[in-house]
């Protein structure tokens, strides 16, 4: 599996993370996102979806306080094959736009 470093986000700015399934793909894609906190923190909850072929989905809210988690990570799960685009919005402007080929986590640090 991939892992992709990505530009900060900002803490308390609102984010989204959106995920198109290709109109090709056959198969469901699982998207699945977690807080990394910050040693002897409070692990934050888990946020998922389920993606079926030519749809798209998402979830969003604000990005925890820095003093509290170090990242977000971002796992796209694709069977061999499969692909769609990743989105993940900052305060409704593009964060980072990237076609997904095959299963990959992006590691999306926090900045106070």
Not at 3 to 23: C, M, Q, W, Y
Not at 24 to 39: E, R
């Amino acid at each position: 599996m991939a892992t992709t470093l990505t530009a900060p986000i900002h803490a308390g700015k609102s984010f989204k993370v959106r995920f198109e399934n290709d109109n090709d793909s056959t198969g469901t894609v699982l998207v699945v996102a977690g807080w990394v906190p910050k040693h002897g923190k409070t692990k934050p909850n888990t946020r998922g979806i389920v993606v079926p072929p030519s749809a798209s989905g998402g979830f969003g809210g604000t990005v925890l306080p820095f003093k509290i988690v170090r990242r977000l990570s971002i796992t796209v799960s694709l069977d061999a094959g499969e692909s769609g685009l990743l989105e993940v919005l900052e305060d409704g402007n593009v964060h980072f736009r990237k076609v997904v080929k095959k299963t990959t986590t992006f590691e999306v640090p926090v900045d106070p």
